[in-house]
């Protein structure tokens, strides 16, 4: 994981609280509290958003899934969604993205209107895409009311699909003027298409990273809210009952409040047909200038498609247990519904944690964050450098902001085991723990390449066989294995994609070809050969994720 250096942490530990979104009333911090802005009369509240690639866990151990299903996510905050962004028409936002991540990240806010507000279009000489250890600000103010969708856009488009699929997206509230007080929740729905998971009722095969295939074909294995399946369903079942989550919250509200839900569709690629069983919904969807959205009175059933969000209005009318669901029942079987219990007992922040929204008003942008579920969070390493009162000055548990990986894994290890596994493998050891963390997944590749790996760690072999291995898109000298490949005069080189994803090899540095060899798109499980006839060092890197880089040594 880059590392962020002392000036951009000491920058942004003055405004902003990086274990969440968290701008709330804390004294002593400039970003606290919503400042006055001079001539427009609004406020102008912080906001920071930190990119990175964790292992977050997506569904829990039920008889669904045995033992529960992690996946390798592109996250916002630590988490998947990224948190709720909160603020009213007429302010302004200062707005930070770092990229502590191991790819090169964006942003696009749906609020925004126009390049400059949107996508950053003048951040920097590249926009809003960040390199990794990097950061941008800029200034915007959102012009509508609603709820809107933000999303990685990755390197100016260029893969945004896998960003999106992979969980990096999240949802801003513009509150209008008009607004009646209500109880409200933020809730995200969204879909994994993991490589790990081969159906129902059998057991995850590691941790995952996207299928392009199955994304193509529009089947995802799992429908997340809040960035786990079942999240909100402790069970179903009457007389057979099924358990699903034993830790699972549960929204609570008082009989007959009016409660506000701003329902995101993370995508990227299905609809959500939103409805509450039991309940009828009021939708404010969209916005005219002015005046709060266009209103629909007791409806049913509400469709929100990929890359939206609604406000959906709901009054429980009496005691009970009321369900909201995406009644598309395959989505709901695929984890897509949360339950909602009416009770008297139910208080005025009683919310799920990560889903609460600060009303009208509030000088804060976000609540408490979303109970982190990453293995390495990203917070966890803020937290450390920042110092114990991060992580604990707003009462959070410490165990949401810190990760074990965090503090030992170092750059990247949990992808892949580390060299743990790469003791294993023999031969391959030495360019294994050359390539740092991540090594399992390239390690067991170059095993499987037999005598061709022995080739490439003695040199003077005549063919040799570089795998460019599984998740290799949030890797960076461990995407491709052995690293280097150290090989003869006259010997050829074969690179096999084992990844799900279609892969380039080019050669030269910095993310520019210099023309020696050029391999086109490889998709999964093609192969690229070039035979090397000069002695030399050769670097290579993906030319669809130049983070991913190698090199071939030629004596």
């Not at 809040?226 to 402790?234: F, S």
């Not at 548990?397 to 085991?417: D, I, K, R, Y």
């Not at 520019?512 to 798109?521: K, L, Q, W």
Request: aromatic residues 8%; contains cysteine.
């Amino acid at each position: 994981m880059a590392t962020m250096n002392k000036p951009v942490i000491a920058g942004i530990a003055a405004g902003v609280l990086l274990a969440g979104i968290i701008l709330g009333p804390i004294p002593g911090f400039l970003g606290a509290q919503a400042q006055e802005e001079e001539n427009t009369g609004g406020n102008i509240k912080k906001v920071t958003l930190i990119a990175s690639e964790e292992d977050v866990q997506i569904a829990p151990d039920n008889a669904l899934h045995p033992g529960g299903v992690m996946y390798r996510a592109m996250v916002f905050n630590g988490t998947t969604p990224g948190p709720v962004i909160s603020v009213d028409q007429g302010d302004t936002i200062e707005f930070t993205l770092t990229n502590e991540g191991e790819v090169i990240h964006s942003i696009d806010f749906h609020a925004g209107y126009g390049p400059q507000a949107a996508v950053g279009s003048d951040a920097s000489e590249t926009g809003a895409n960040v390199q990794p250890g990097q950061s941008v600000t800029w200034t915007w103010s959102p012009p509508f009311a609603g709820v809107f969708y933000y999303h990685c856009g990755a390197d100016g488009l260029n893969g945004v699909w896998e960003h999106i699929a992979n969980g990096m997206y999240g949802g801003i509230v513009v509150h209008p003027p008009n607004e009646q007080p209500a109880k409200e929740f933020y809730v995200v729905f969204g879909e994994i298409y993991g490589n790990n998971i081969q159906g129902l009722f059998t057991a995850a095969n590691g941790t995952g990273t996207l299928d392009l295939n199955k994304f193509l074909a529009r089947n995802p294995d799992l429908v997340l809210t809040n960035g786990m399946a079942h999240k909100y369903v402790p069970s179903i079942g009457a007389f057979s009952k099924i358990d699903l989550n034993p830790d699972a919250q549960v929204f609570q509200v008082q009989p007959g409040e009016l409660t506000r839900w701003y329902i995101v569709n993370g995508g990227p690629s299905d609809d959500v047909a939103f409805h509450f069983i039991s309940g009828m919904i009021s939708v404010h969807d969209g916005s005219v200038q002015n005046r709060y959205g266009t209103q629909v009175l007791n409806d049913e059933t509400w469709n929100i498609p990929p890359g939206s969000g609604s406000v959906i209005e709901a009054v429980f009318p009496s005691e009970g247990l009321y369900v909201g669901v995406d009644h598309a029942m395959n989505d709901v079987l695929k984890g897509g519904a949360f339950a909602v219990l009416a009770t008297p007992d139910s208080t005025p922040d009683d919310h799920p944690q990560g889903t609460m929204v600060p009303p009208r008003g509030s000088p804060m942008v976000s609540g408490p964050p979303m109970a982190a579920n990453a293995t390495g969070a990203t917070t966890g390493v803020n937290a450390t450098e920042l110092g114990p009162e991060t992580a604990e000055g707003e009462g959070l548990p410490v165990t949401n902001v810190t990760g074990t990986n965090a503090t030992e894994s170092g750059g990247g290890a949990a992808a892949g085991g580390g060299t743990e596994n790469a003791t294993e493998t023999g031969a391959a050891m030495s360019n294994a723990t050359e390539s740092g963390g991540g090594a399992a997944a390239g390690t067991e590749n170059a095993t499987e390449t037999g005598g061709a790996t022995a080739g490439a760690n003695g040199g003077g072999g005549t063919a040799t066989g570089v795998s460019i291995t599984t998740g290799s898109s949030s890797k960076t000298t461990d995407a491709f294995q052995p690293n280097p490949a150290q090989v003869s005069v006259g010997s050829t080189v074969t690179w096999t994609n084992e990844d799900a994803q279609p892969h380039t090899v080019n050669s030269g540095e910095n993310a520019t070809p210099d023309g020696t060899f050029d391999s086109g798109i490889l998709a999964p499980a093609a192969t690229y050969d070039f035979t090397f006839t000069e002695a030399g060092e050769y670097p290579y890197f993906c030319l669809l994720h130049p983070n991913m880089v190698g090199t071939v040594s030629v004596s």
